[in-house]
T-cell receptor
């Protein structure tokens, strides 16, 4: 069936370390891969996205990599800071691009 | 200010009492969607709409209805709420008619069904 698997569900890192979150998707026609950050009590907000015609995209300390052959994409956060602590969600369009399926989320803790 | 609004933000109701959660966006977006968020399950899509009068089921549509009579509004209707619909609900909108652009989320509606 259609799904997006996200790992790990919880990640704890020391301030300054890197964090990596991985997602796999099922629909080979998916062509857009966003990452959303949700701080406690707030709405999800886009932090970075990538389209299927590129393999990597960076924005300061955040990067996303895409492997279309393996159908997985990853979020990389370098030099983590306490304000990076949040829940992160990946997503991918399915069913002809009309439906959105989110991963179950990763709770990231950055210890000062 | 470009935004997605939802009302009410908090609602406690009883089983079987019909309710509507409103959603409105002022960005002229074609694509709108409703999600429910439950611990450990992430965001699950309830219904989506690609444009006015065009809606379709997401992954968890049972017990919900939607309508899209105007481009800016996308209300979520629970005809006969049950306790398993207790959840945090988000409305979102996005440019284009498919789900391959950034989605802008509303502030959320926390619903409790007793």
């Amino acid at each position: 069936g259609e799904n997006v698997e996200q790992h790990p569900s919880t990640l704890s890192v020391q301030e300054g370390d890197s964090a990596v979150i991985k997602c796999t998707y099922s629909d080979s026609a998916s062509n857009y891969f966003p990452w959303y950050k949700q701080e406690l009590g707030k709405r999800p907000q886009l932090i970075i996205d990538i389209r299927s015609n590129v393999g990597e995209k960076k924005d300061q300390r955040i990067a996303v990599t895409l492997n279309k052959t393996a159908k997985h994409f990853s979020l990389h956060i370098t030099e983590t800071q306490p304000e990076d602590s949040a829940v992160y969600f990946c997503a991918a369009p399915h069913t002809g691009g009309f439906k959105t399926i989110f991963g179950a989320g990763t709770r990231l803790f950055v210890k000062a | 200010e470009a935004q997605v609004t939802q009302n009410p933000r908090y609602l406690i109701t009883v089983t079987g009492k019909k309710l509507t959660v409103t959603c409105s966006q002022n960005m002229n977006h074609e694509y709108m969607s409703w999600y429910r968020q439950d611990p450990g399950l992430g965001l699950r899509q309830i219904y989506y709409s690609m444009n006015v009068e065009v809606t379709d089921k997401g992954d968890v549509p049972e017990g919900y209805k939607v309508s899209r009579k105007e481009k800016r509004n996308f209300p979520l209707i629970l005809e006969s709420p049950s306790p398993n619909q207790t959840s945090l609900y988000f409305c979102a909108s996005s440019p284009g008619t498919v789900a391959n652009n950034e989605q802008f989320f509303g502030p959320g509606t926390r619903l409790t069904v007793l």
